[in-house]
């Protein structure tokens, strides 16, 4: 089975400035997606970016940006230029490629913006 | 746009009460699901359907049914709450190639 690990249960980040989470999991797939979810005090669950395994370029979306070492298994998030608005939990996803539906989620990781 | 839907937003039963929980999307989707959020666990698939008249179980499925009713709509029924049962569920609906779901606002639970 796969499992995810999110090994920052908290982190914190000063207004401004760069933050790193960090994912790694564990399959013997090859054809799979990695995902990173927001989860803000609202539990509302948003979408921050996505992965595919068999692309090598790793995904941006504004200052949302991931380092994905296939080899090592790891899938990190790096968020630029901080803001008070980006205070959430993060969960990282995995889910196989086509022909299966589930999402495999690590525990999450609670970030912290300081004024 | 809608997105994902959830109805009730918050609920209390008591032991043995049954309820269902409803979900609707508007994105043509062909795939639904149904989430648990504990604290410190994540979420937890309980039951998805891979496309309008299928269901399968998750990881978490004991005391509870699915029904896809159509393509928009997917419930959750708890036949006979218990206390274990108590959590955030949140219903999903995702586009089946590129992978990434769409949640809902989430349904709080809470089961004396």
């Known amino acids: 089975a796969q499992t995810v690990t999110q090994s920052q249960p908290e982190m914190s980040v000063q207004e401004a400035e760069t933050v790193t989470l960090s994912c790694t999991y564990d399959t013997s797939e090859s054809d799979y997606y990695l995902f990173w979810y927001k989860q803000p005090p609202s539990r509302q669950m948003i979408l921050v970016i996505r992965q595919e395994a068999y692309k090598q370029q790793n995904a941006t979306e504004n200052r949302f940006s991931v380092n994905f070492q296939k080899a090592a298994k790891s899938f990190s998030l790096k968020i630029s230029d901080s803001q008070l608005g980006d205070a959430a939990m993060y969960f990282c996803a995995y889910r196989r490629g086509a022909g299966s539906y589930q999402l495999t989620f690590g525990k999450g990781t609670k970030l912290s913006v300081i004024p | 746009n809608a997105g994902v839907t959830q109805t009730p937003k918050f609920q209390v039963l008591k032991t043995g009460q049954s309820m269902t929980l409803q979900c609707a999307q508007d994105?043509?989707?062909?795939?639904m699901y149904w989430y648990r959020q504990d604290p410190g666990m994540g979420l937890r698939l309980i039951y998805y359907?891979?496309?309008?008249?299928?269901?399968d179980k998750g990881e978490v499925p004991n005391g509870y049914n699915v029904s896809r009713l159509n393509k928009r709509e997917f419930s959750l029924r708890l036949e006979s709450a218990a206390p274990s049962q108590t959590s955030v569920y949140f219903c999903?609906?995702?586009?089946?190639?590129?992978?990434?779901?769409?949640f809902g606002p989430g349904t709080r639970l809470t089961v004396t």
């Open positions: 994105m043509n989707h062909n795939s």
């Open positions: 359907s891979a496309s309008e008249g299928t269901t």
């Open positions: 999903a609906s995702g586009r089946d190639r590129e992978g990434e779901q769409y």
